[in-house]
Nanobody, 114 residues
Framework: QVQFVESGGGLVQPGGSLRVSCATSGFIFSSYVMGWYRQAPGKQRELVASISILGRPHYHVSVKDRFTISRDDAENTLYLQMNSLKLEDTAVYFC????????WGQGTQVTVSS
């Protein structure tokens, strides 16, 4: 069955960096556009970055030039490198396909705080 297992979150000070990972299984990873989503308390889930099957990235304006999305099709794994983190980046981060989103992982908590 389709699975997403996010990891790598944690507590970081403003200006710091984190790299989150998402191990996937149950589908042909290389055939899908993939994305990182986040959900802050009291807010709707939003797409922050996506990457095409050819590796072309797209970013939400709020994270552009700070976050880098990448994919390893051999390992069926999605990554998000987050630099220059801000307080407003605090959220639970999820990965998923941009289509067929019936299943979600548990997410990984990223907390930016001084």
């Amino acid at each position: 069955q389709v699975q997403f297992v996010e990891s790598g979150g944690g507590l970081v000070q403003p200006g710091g960096s984190l790299r989150v990972s998402c191990a996937t299984s149950g589908f042909i990873f290389s055939s899908y556009v993939m994305g990182w989503y986040r959900q802050a308390p009291g807010k709707q889930r939003e797409l922050v970055a996506s990457i095409s099957i050819l590796g072309r990235p797209h970013y939400h304006v709020s994270v552009k030039d700070r976050f880098t999305i990448s994919r390893d099709d051999a390992e069926n794994t999605l990554y998000l490198q987050m630099n220059s983190l801000k307080l407003e980046d605090t959220a639970v981060y999820f990965c998923n396909r941009l289509v067929s989103q019936e299943v979600w992982g548990q997410g990984t908590q990223v907390t930016v705080s001084s």
